[in-house]
């Protein structure tokens, strides 16, 4: 494209294409154009402009379509605005000139309509700059606009909307013209044209001021008449237009106020007027006087819809202020429209009014007002209330009988009360819990007010009374007890009233049916109040004839709401309830028999209401207690239900006898025994099949019912995608909730809680507000045909057939409206049939069932209604599915193509294409591929015609089903399909906006079957994709919210697949604007794809909107209706959150900011720290709608429309009034805190973000960086705002967020004062939020999670200072005094389990500082004590900081509450342990449940266990070890037993209790919950958990009771250590496996200790005969060792497996296979090289507790093992440090070689075999080698130097081993390394001087020699450094203990090695001076030891001396040098007292 033109238009180019892709071509120029013009050079344009205007005035008259006029319209005016205007004249008068064109042929109409958009454009763009040619082109326009036919009309009205708008106050003299021509078109046929007259007169009355003066009643009127007929479009432009002048009337604009001398309307007036429309509709006051006030005549429903809306629009326009000011006002005339008979003129009608006047309230309150400002709106709601309630009371309490007006007033209160309660409720449930100063604050008294209109005479206003009351229940759940109590007292005493009766029961159902959304419950006493209350109420039903129907209800429905509770609560009522059920019915046919005779019709009528009670409370008990229906229930629930089928049959003869008043009563026991057969599996009924199927078809296809009632479910039946042609996509505006009212089958949206009262408890369907139920009629229809759907499934052939040919007849029977009725019935529940074949994966059955299904169907595709021919095709694609048979679809097909080749009618080709499209959608593209080229060449010929926008739309639709169901197979036909749908987006007129959205669907079905290949470079894959672009452009310019919804979903796709060629620049933006539309389909596509968009590309998203933002800020484009501020899109995305209450939309926007935030939040730290601080600190107290300009005049304060630039720019700041900034709701604000959290999780991998110093220098370097340790404050501070809110949720967030900001910055340091960490300067602000956590009326789960808190805050060691620790410890002594209250505490509000959960968190809080402060303790105690310091230290001690901790400081907190904690926290696991165990046992469980739970609650306390059990494990395991299994506390604990301990069993059980027994126990207990846990955790499980009970283990074992009793049973010990095994396999963490292997440890040295006791014992015993000793030990004699009973076994399998996973070469399998690569010893990561180290000293310690021949079973394999981890891990390190592996074989060899077992003489030779061998493997890995170049050999020097010393005996004369040692040792020598030479000769020294002289000498003889040369040699080469200097001096030393151990006779041959050595390294006189510091070393240390030897051994020393005169000289030369100094130092030091310390250090070193 961009190739193909300059700005100007590619002529040739365009002559070479075909004709049909012309237009494409001339649409993507002048897109181009568009794009190109704004940001050309202005002096190339200059150049071009001559050209360019030919061309594009040529286009004018080439007929473009729509979007093309469109764009070229806007590119002539950008022209000229742009470039010169001299020629715009010429090109205005061309336009009029084509405009007044006689010619009005269809084929110019194009061209017409192109002139009037470009006039329409140059105005608006260039406005006043035309001048005065505006007068003859508005008449020019008028004159067109009364000739137009539609479409004409509708372009010429729009484009008067854009002169009015370009010309502002300057048109004021054609105002009244344009009004008077425009206002007659408000009541067009044409309902595009009616839209186009309200946008126009909208834009009229900004200025023209008589519209809203002195026409003012006339534009109200002609709003009216637009509503009638009207659709949602006009409804919803008209009503804007509506409301919009009323609100101008009643606060005129400035500007035009200034001009004229206006007189405003008052509000009384203005509201009247609007009244007139909601009432009386459009027909005007005069014309019908009279009849009309009489009450003749209902107002028609659409306008009253308009008229509801139009209210909104008004409010919304004046503001949220002004509706703060006036809300008693708008209150009262609202409720009083409710009140007017006219409006409540049928039931229906008042049910539709009630609905609409809800919106009203709604809309405004709900979304302009803040959250305090909505608190006074409660109040004045509350007054409304009261004051309506006095008036009925007067009229119920006056005896005297004037009330005759008086009882039409109570009637018409009723309505009144349900909308003011239906609001209030609503209020309270949005506020949820900042909703608490308005019910507590008793001048309001909100609670007594509604449960004062529980006693109103009409059930519909006691019915929302109780509504309101579950609402205040469900926002503040501690209200819902108290709530409950008093219902039930009132019940109680006011059983002699009937409207009591029936009003306290509905609030007790309603506040029951509410438990479910209050996770904290309702104690589970009030389950058996409810029980006996209604008992006492059915049983005294029948005493008092004047209250048997109210208490016979109000029995049944309390029984109902109760089953809401659960099984857990039902299961204890259940025997009762079977019980209550039976007897409600006849118990055999013949007591049926018996009734019919019996009777009268009020006994009747009570009857039937109490069965109907008994089978609604049935299917309440089946619907939410599936658990417990086992056979045996669902059994002896049949009994009652059959009898309640049969009783069925009776009733019509008994209707018959005693009056139709009795229809309603049987008509709710149909619907209530269709309800619970629906929930029950079929099979429990088939017997009554027959009768059943009989009652269903009769119901729905009306046969003794002669109202035409249809059923609502046909809607949700058919299939979603096609609410196109239903019309239903209604159903997702924002108006749904009155958009319902006009949908065509009965009563819709006429729902009321009255219809149906047991709806009160049910749950709200999703998207519900508050339930509503359908009226009576309705929903008995709707029942039996989901039941009929039900059944079908498992009816008989014979049976399906013969209802399909009597369904046919029904149909035939009919006639006129009735036919349609029965049919849409009939249709409903045939689908419901297929559907439930279709779930059941069953058949529809032989031919001729599907013949005579199929003629009912294909009957039905021709019907005029649009939806029976969507039933119809949605019916025929089920069947197929059903039956799926080939030839079956074939047969449909072909039937379908035949039709559509003849039928030229618009019914039968829209029917039958849609038939098209469901048999594709339900059999895919595989089963109707052989169709696809006919019905895709149909369907494509059917969407060309133009003649018919229906058929276009229908064959569309059905087109874009197939494209869908095809998939690839599609992929031929992609090309022809987007080249149509791109034709017929260009030419369809835009008003037809259901072709345009079907062609949305088109695209995208098109997009996806393309997928991913539009990434492609192909040049078929660049037209199709540059086409999609276009569509997509096309669409998204169109002026329908659909179509630009479908546009936007359309870019999403292409943006998933080809994400490169979405131009983001100009998506986001536009997506921007969507979110302030006031469509919700709208701005739900606009989230959804920035939600996509976020995910991978968030930060161009965010720029791209922030340079919107600043666009919309310089240039004044007015259109842009925007508030993106500095906050960017995320703070417009916030704001949102306040005002939608669309779930998915709503979730949406989470996600969206959610991805935002992971891939900006730690570049942009301080913008969203800032965004998340800015809604949490808008607390409720800020005003309603926050006032910006409060000084100025209220007037001022309004829209401004003609502002000077100045004001503009400071104007910039207010928001639009229609979006008024209301302070954040707390939903966002607990939004915002979880943000916060993700905030600090996300810095998580940057330490700079926790750490003050090294973010300061980080700081330094890089101002624009940011860390989170700087904003620490400000994250404290929203911590603390949140966690002192009134919002429950909030406060959780914040303390959840407290408790993060410590954990992660606990450990922070405060650089300036050393010794601190930075969060200590917040104690206070932690303290003060944590306080009102645990204030008495704080609910369970927030003062659970603050203990938690408080544990965290105490245990991570930031206060140091225990006075400051005091405030947060006293919170945790105040909640333990409430835990130690024991069960029965008085005041319970919530569940059992919710004060289960809040004692377990304290609990677990204690558990948890006592675990750290026993920590520290330990710590204090291994440090070494320091030295005890006299009392002039003092001033020493005041440095250190007079706060360093004494040891035991926070153990002196915990202290004083051990015994009582450790006394409840054995009980809690106590509790723990029967809880987890298997369902199997639970018949042993306690009746009255444990300590801290109740049996009730059993199932919600498990989890709560789940959560805290193991910190407490860990620390009764530290208790019981630090009290010696708490031997203290037994002794003192007998007397006190009966004391106030809610768990011990009293006094005598406790003292029988041996000590030994309570240990025992206690470690069953113990070990009990730790190897039932560690068996398998739940993967969920937080690895902390693993580790306290681990590290409880290891604390147990470390006490010598435990480690008795682990000991004494063995497979305790075994079992314990399988399941170690089992968790190192299934959990990785390095510190989980070393906590692992410590736990071995201690169960090994258990055992070891055992086995030592035995051996004593046995020793003692045995002192006679020691030959007999039996071997003691695993083993025994045979030296077998048994899995599964061997601990030793067990040991080693789990040792193994850590070796192996950590150094797999261990494993000789691995080598041996042939893909494995010989791996170099790595150096092992420190965390594992701890944990080999642990293991091998483990495996060392484990031959000791074998017999002597267990021990050979098990060495080979240790030694092997322990020589492995040798050679693997001994590496060379830098700085020669041996590694901890090392040391610990090293050490684990010598502990093997040096045990007792080598003694035992019945093993020796096996044991000199092993000995032996592995010596023989440590050589051969010892061995130098390339490969290993940097073995450590002096580790594997010492192990060989280890077997040596050990096992002499067994090496002894072994001359392989020998010479191989040798090696080695000779190697070492040899080494270039002097650390190696030293280390080997400090070897060789212990080797030379072992005691067996049989092993030495071998080794002296061989290696000394080789030393002496060695060390001779030194005197050429002096060493060069320390360490070869240390090497030397080990030498020497070695050679001197040669020398001692030589005889005396060969003393002279060894002193003549060593003497002349010596002397060979000293250094002669003059030398000394000059030499290096290590010769001189070397030259001190040789004279010493000379003149040590000297007097050692004097006669040989002389001899060797005077044999060789040289070596004397040197040494006296020495000797006398040496003294000389020495005496000279000793001169100096006497000279200068004060030396510097240095050089005695230097002499020290002398004197070696």
């Given amino acids: 494209m961009e190739l193909a033109h300059s700005l100007l238009l590619n002529e040739d180019a365009l002559a070479q294409i075909t004709e049909a892709k012309r237009p494409v071509f001339i649409f993507e120029w002048l897109r181009f154009l568009d794009k190109v013009l704004v940001a050309a050079n202005r002096v190339d344009v200059k150049e071009k402009q001559k050209k360019l205007v030919e061309q594009l005035t040529g286009l004018i008259s080439s007929a473009p379509g729509p979007p093309t006029r469109k764009l070229l319209a806007k590119n002539l005016a950008t022209l000229y605005s742009i470039g010169d205007t001299f020629t715009v004249f010429q ?217 509801t809306q139009a209210y909104v629009v008004f409010v919304t326009t004046l503001g949220g202020q002004w509706l703060e000011r006036n809300f008693a006002t708008f209150l009262s005339h609202v409720l009083d429209l409710v009140s007017h008979p006219r409006a409540t003129q049928t039931h229906v009608e008042a049910v539709y009014s009630r609905r609409c006047v809800s919106f009203m309230l709604r809309a405004t309150l709900g979304g302009l007002l803040g959250e305090k400002a909505q608190i006074a709106a409660g109040k004045e709601i509350c007054q409304a209330i009261s004051k309506q309630m006095r008036a009925v009371e007067a009229v119920v309490n006056d005896i005297s009988g004037e009330n005759k007006a008086g009882a039409a007033d109570v009637s018409a209160s009723q309505h ?70 008093r219902c039930a007292e009132r019940i109680n005493n006011l059983k002699s009233s009937p409207e009591a009766v029936s009003g306290y029961s509905f609030a007790m159902a309603a506040l029951l049916g509410g438990v479910h959304q209050c996770p904290l419950g309702i104690p589970h006493s009030k389950g058996k109040l409810v029980v006996s209350i209604a008992e006492d109420l059915l049983r005294t039903a029948a005493q008092n004839s004047r209250l048997s129907l109210q208490r016979t209800q109000a029995g049944w429905l309390l029984l109902g709401a109760l089953m809401t509770l659960g099984p857990s609560l039902v299961r204890y009522h259940l025997p009762k309830m079977l019980l209550l059920w039976r007897n409600v019915f006849p118990r055999s046919q013949k007591e049926l028999e018996a009734e019919k005779a019996r009777g009268d019709s009020f006994t009747w009528q009570v009857t039937l209401e109490g069965r109907a009670g008994a089978l609604c409370a049935m299917r309440s008990f089946v619907a939410h207690c599936p658990e417990l229906l086992t056979e045996d229930v669902i059994r002896r629930l049949m009994t009652p239900i059959e009898c309640a089928m049969t009783m069925m049959s009776h009733v019509p003869a008994i209707i018959k006898v005693h009056g139709a008043h009795l229809k309603a009563s049987a008509a709710m026991v149909r619907l209530r025994l269709y309800d619970i057969l629906a929930l029950l599996p079929p099979k429990t009924y088939e017997g009554s099949f027959n009768a059943l199927l009989r009652e269903l078809v009769a119901e729905f296809t009306l046969t003794d019912n002669s109202a035409n009632t249809t059923t609502s479910l046909l809607r949700s039946l058919c299939h979603y995608d096609d609410s196109v042609l239903m019309g239903s996509w209604l159903q997702e505006t924002d108006h749904k909730s009155i958009e319902d009212q006009l949908q065509p089958n009965s009563a819709s949206g006429s729902g009321a809680l009255e219809h149906d009262p047991s709806s009160i408890y049910l749950r709200v369907p999703v998207g519900e507000a508050i339930p509503g139920p359908l009226p009576l009629g309705v929903s008995v229809i709707d029942a039996s045909v989901a039941l009929f759907g039900v059944v079908f ?111 030229r009618d618009v019914v039968s080709r829209t029917g039958h294409s849609l038939a098209l499209g469901c048999l594709h959608r339900y059999v895919g593209g595989i089963g109707s591929g052989q169709h696809l080229k006919t019905s895709v060449s149909i369907l494509l010929a059917l969407a060309q015609d133009g003649s018919s926008h229906e058929v276009q739309t229908w064959a569309l639709h059905s087109l874009a089903l197939i494209v869908d169901s095809s998939g690839p197979m599609y992929r031929g036909y992609v090309e022809p399909t987007l080249s149509l749908v791109l034709t017929l987006l260009l030419t369809v007129p835009p008003s037809h906006t259901e072709v345009h959205q079907c062609l949305g669907r088109c695209l995208g079905a098109l997009i996806t079957t393309v997928g991913p290949e539009l990434q492609g470079n192909g040049a078929t894959i660049s037209t199709i994709r540059s086409s999609c672009l276009v569509g997509c452009a096309i669409m998204q310019d169109h002026s329908d919210s659909l179509v630009q919804a479908a546009a936007i979903s359309c870019l999403q796709q292409l943006h998933m697949f080809a994400p490169r060629h979405v131009n983001l620049s100009s998506l986001v933006p536009c997506l921007c604007v969507h979110l302030c539309s006031s469509h919700l389909l709208l701005r739900r596509a606009a989230v959804a794809c920035l939600r996509q968009l976020a995910q991978r590309e968030a930060a161009e998203v965010c720029e791209y909107a922030m340079s919107l933002a600043k666009r919309a800020g310089d240039s004044k484009d007015t259109t842009i209706n925007l508030n993106i501020t ?115 999780l996300l810095c998580e991998n940057d330490k700079a973000h926790f750490d003050l110093a090294a973010a300061r220098s980080a700081q330094a370097k890089n101002p624009k960086g940011d860390q989170l340790v700087l904003h620490l404050s400000d994250l404290i501070r929203m911590a603390f705002m949140a966690a002192t809110d009134h919002s429950n949720q909030l406060r959780m967030a914040g303390l959840q967020a407290l408790e993060d900001i410590i954990k992660k910055f606990a450990s922070v340091p405060e650089p300036e004062f050393p010794g601190h960490v930075i969060l200590e300067q917040y104690q206070a602000n932690v303290g003060a939020a944590l306080r009102p956590a645990f204030s008495p009326d704080t609910p369970s789960d927030i003062t659970a999670k603050a203990c938690q808190v408080c544990s965290t805050w105490i245990g991570s060691g930031v206060v140091s200072d225990l006075n400051d620790l005091r405030r947060v410890h006293n919170l945790l002594v105040s909640s333990l005094d409430k835990v130690q209250a024991g069960k029965g505490s008085s005041s319970q509000l919530y569940s059992e389990s919710a004060t289960t959960m809040e004692k377990l968190a304290v609990l677990k809080a204690w558990a948890e500082v006592y675990v750290v402060s026993m920590k520290i303790k330990k710590e204090a105690e291994s440090k070494p004590a320091k030295p005890v310091r006299s009392a002039d230290d003092d001033e020493d001690e005041d440095d250190l900081g007079a706060d360093v901790l004494p040891p035991d400081s926070l153990i002196t907190l915990v202290q004083p509450e051990l015994p009582s904690l450790s006394r409840l926290w054995l009980a809690m696991l106590r509790d723990y342990a029967l809880l987890t165990l298997p369902a199997e046992f639970s018949s042993q469980l306690p009746p009255d449940g444990g300590a801290f739970y109740t049996p009730e609650t059993i199932d919600t306390a498990r989890l709560h266990y789940r959560g805290s059990w193991a910190p407490v494990l860990h620390a009764v395991a530290l208790w019981l070890s630090s009290t010696g299994f708490g031997a203290s506390e037994e002794k003192e604990e007998v007397p006190s037993a009966p004391s106030k301990t809610p768990v011990l069993p009293q006094g005598a059980s406790l003292t029988t209790k041996t000590f ?162 010989p791996l170099r010893p790595q150096r092992l990561p420190e965390e594992s090289a701890r944990l080999v180290a642990n293991t091998v000293s483990i495996l060392a310690e484990l031959p000791s507790l074998c017999s002597p021949a267990g021990s050979m079973t098990i060495l080979p394999t240790v030694l092997f093992l322990i020589t492995g981890v040798l050679r693997e891990t001994a590496v060379k390190t830098a700085d020669n440090s041996v590694p901890v592996p090392v040391s610990a074989a090293l050490q684990g060899i010598k502990t093997i070689i040096t045990s007792p077992l080598a003694r035992a003489e019945s093993m020796q030779t096996q044991w000199t075999g092993l000995v032996r061998s592995s010596l023989a493997s440590v050589l051969e890995h010892s061995q130098p080698d390339e490969s290993r170049p940097d073995m450590d ?139 290096p510091q290590v010769s001189k070393g070397l030259h001190d240390f040789a004279l010493q030891n000379l003149m040590r030897i000297g007097p050692l051994y004097p006669a040989a020393f002389k001899i060797v001396i005077g044999a060789a005169p040289e070596l004397k000289i040197r040494l006296e030369s020495a000797i006398r040098a040496n003294q000389a100094s020495s005496r000279a130092k000793a001169a100096a030091r006497q000279a200068q007292p004060t030396v510097q310390a240095t050089p005695t250090i230097k002499l020290k070193t002398s004197f070696f």
């Fill in 793 to 903: 499934p498992h009816v008989s052939f014979k049976h399906r057939l013969q209802m399909l040919d009597h369904f046919a007849e029904c149909i035939k029977q009919a006639k006129g409206v009735r036919q349609q009725a029965v049919q849409l019935n009939i249709f409903t529940a045939v689908l419901s049939a297929l559907k439930g074949l279709a779930e059941n994966k069953s058949t529809l059955g032989p031919e001729e069932v599907r013949k005579s299904a199929l003629a009912l169907v294909m009957g039905a595709l021709d019907n005029p209604n649009p939806i029976l021919r969507c039933a119809a095709g949605e019916a025929l694609g089920r069947m197929a599915q059903v039956v799926g048979e080939a030839t079956f679809i074939a047969r449909m097909a072909q039937t379908s193509f035949d039709k559509l080749k003849s039928a």
């Fill in 1126 to 1240: 500095e906050t960017g899109l995320e703070g417009v995305l916030f704001g949102m959150l306040d005002r939608e209450t669309d779930r998915k939309l709503c979730s949406d926007i989470h996600d969206t900011l959610g991805h935002m935030l992971s891939s900006l939040a730690v570049e942009k730290l301080s913008h969203w720290l800032k965004l998340c601080k800015d809604v949490l600190a808008a607390t409720t107290d800020v005003g309603g709608a926050v006032v910006f300009e409060v000084e100025k005049d209220e007037e001022d304060s309004e829209k401004k429309d003609e502002m000077d630039d100045d004001t503009m720019f400071t104007g910039l700041g207010e928001d639009d009034k229609s979006k008024p900034s209301v302070a954040p709701r707390w939903v966002t604000r607990v939004f915002a805190a979880d943000c916060l959290c993700r905030i600090i």
């Fill in 1556 to 1717: 030994e027994e309570s240990v025992e126990d206690r470690m069953h207990l113990m070990l009990g919950v730790s190897i039932e846990f560690l068996c398998f955790p739940r993967p969920e499980e937080p690895i902390e958990h693993v580790m306290s009970c681990l590290q409880a283990l290891f604390t147990l074992l470390e006490s010598p009771c435990a480690k008795t009793h682990i000991a004494e049973d063995q497979l305790l010990a075994v079992e314990l250590l399988n399941v170690l095994h089992r968790l190192l396999l299934t959990r990785d963490p390095p510190a989980v496996q070393l906590q692992v292997t410590a736990v071995v440890q201690e169960t090994i040295r258990a055992a070891q200790d055992h086995l030592q006791r035995q051996r004593t014992s046995k020793g003692k015993e045995e002192e006679g005969d020691k030959d007999s000793q039996p071997s003691l030990g695993e083993g025994g004699d045979t030296g077998e060792l048994v899995p599964g009973k061997s601990l030793v076994f067990a040991a080693m399998e789990l040792l193994v497996f850590i070796l192996v996973r950590h150094l797999p070469q261990l494993n000789t399998r691995v080598k041996e296979s042939p893909s494995h690569v």
């Fill in 1833 to 1971: 050999e002096v580790s594997m020097l010492t192990a060989i130097t280890l077997f040596l010393l050990s096992a002499s005996n067994e090496l002894v004369g072994v001359m392989v081993l020998q010479k191989g040692c040798m090696d080695r040792f000779r190697n070492a020598l040899n080494s270039s390394d002097p650390w190696v030479q030293a280390r080997c000769y400090q070897l060789l020294l212990s080797v030379f001087q072992h005691s067996s002289r049989a092993l030495s000498t071998p080794y002296i003889h061989t290696l000394a020699p080789l030393m002496v040369q060695k060390l001779k040699a030194v005197e050429r080469s002096r060493p060069g450094t320390a360490a070869e200097l240390q090497a030397v001096q080990e030498g020497i030393r070695v050679l001197e203990n040669l020398v001692s151990m030589g005889e005396e006779q060969n003393r002279v041959q060894l002193l003549a090695l060593l003497v002349p050595t010596l002397i060979s390294y000293l250094l002669d006189e003059n030398a000394i001076s000059s030499a």
């Fill in 91 to 307: 090109t205005l008068d061309k336009c009029n000139e084509i405009i007044k064109s006689k010619d009005d042929t269809p084929a110019y109409l194009p061209t017409k309509l192109a002139a009037v958009a470009c006039v329409g454009a140059f105005y608006e763009k260039m406005g006043r700059m035309l001048g005065s040619s505006f007068p003859d082109t508005i008449n020019n326009l008028l004159k067109a606009l009364k000739s137009a036919e539609s479409q004409g009309r509708g372009e010429i009205l729009l484009s008067l909307q854009k002169v009015l708008s370009g010309l502002g106050g300057a048109a004021a003299s054609c105002h009244r013209d344009i009004y008077k021509n425009a206002r007659s078109l408000l009541t067009d046929r044409s309902m595009a044209v009616r839209c186009a007259v309200a946008k126009c007169l909208l834009e009229l009355q900004n200025e023209a001021v008589f519209m809203w003066t002195t026409e003012l009643e006339n534009v109200a009127t002609l709003c009216f008449k637009a509503l009638e007929g009207s659709n949602y479009g006009v409804r919803v432009a008209v009503a804007k237009l509506l409301g919009t002048v009323m609100a101008t009337a009643l606060m005129p604009k400035q500007a035009a106020v200034m001009r004229q001398n206006v007189k405003r309307a008052t509000l009384e007036e203005v509201l009247e007027l609007m009244a007139t429309g909601f009432l009386r509709g459009g027909s005007g006051f005069l014309k019908s006087g009279g009849e009309m006030l009489k009450g003749g005549g209902s107002v028609s429903r659409e306008v009253r819809v308009g008229v």
């Fill in 416 to 485: 009144v009360m349900v909308c003011a309660l239906k609001e209030l409720g609503s209020l309270v449930q949005s506020l949820s819990a900042t909703a608490s100063p308005l019910i507590q604050e008793p001048s309001i008294g909100l609670l007594e007010t509604v449960t004062s209109v529980l006693l109103h005479p009409s059930m519909a206003a006691r019915l929302a009374a109780a509504w309101c009351l579950r609402c205040v229940a469900v926002a503040l759940p501690y209200q819902l007890t108290p709530l409950l109590d």
